[in-house]
């Protein structure tokens, strides 16, 4: 079986591809890049959006995610710890058990990855070369 991949990009600064943009927002462009990578490797990718910045809005996506019967949750953004760095907080409130948090890497310090139920969750930086790296 190829491994489902969804991929859940946060942030209110961010906007699909040919949208207008505002002050302060760019153009959400880290899902293709990982959704290529997933590719790459022989797995199917799903892109379920963005998610503002807000739990349960990034809590609802989740559950899309496992609903759809994804091996792997992929989220963009929102890992570190700032005030709008949401996605550890609602990951954990879900129930995924912490196997890291951080790394000392530069770029891509914020990863994080753990395991919500039979699900990996992989928590990348918004930054999409962190994001590659």
């Not at 954990?92 to 990855?113: S, V």
């Amino acid at each position: 079986k190829r491994p489902l991949v969804a991929i859940i990009a946060t942030g209110d600064e961010l906007l699909p591809p040919g949208s207008d943009l505002g002050p302060d927002q760019i153009i959400s462009s880290n899902a293709y890049g990982v959704a290529a990578a997933a590719r790459s490797v022989g797995a199917s990718a799903l892109d379920l959006g963005i998610a503002p910045d807000r739990k349960e809005a990034i809590a609802a996506l989740v559950t899309k995610a496992v609903d759809a019967g994804a091996d792997v949750i992929v989220t963009l953004g929102g890992a570190s710890v700032g005030d709008h760095d949401l996605v550890h907080d609602v990951l954990t409130g879900e129930g995924m058990a912490l196997d890291f948090w951080k790394i000392a890497m530069r770029p891509g310090k914020p990863l994080m990855f753990g395991r919500l139920g039979a699900n990996r969750c992989i928590g990348l930086p918004g930054n999409p070369v962190a994001s590659l790296v």
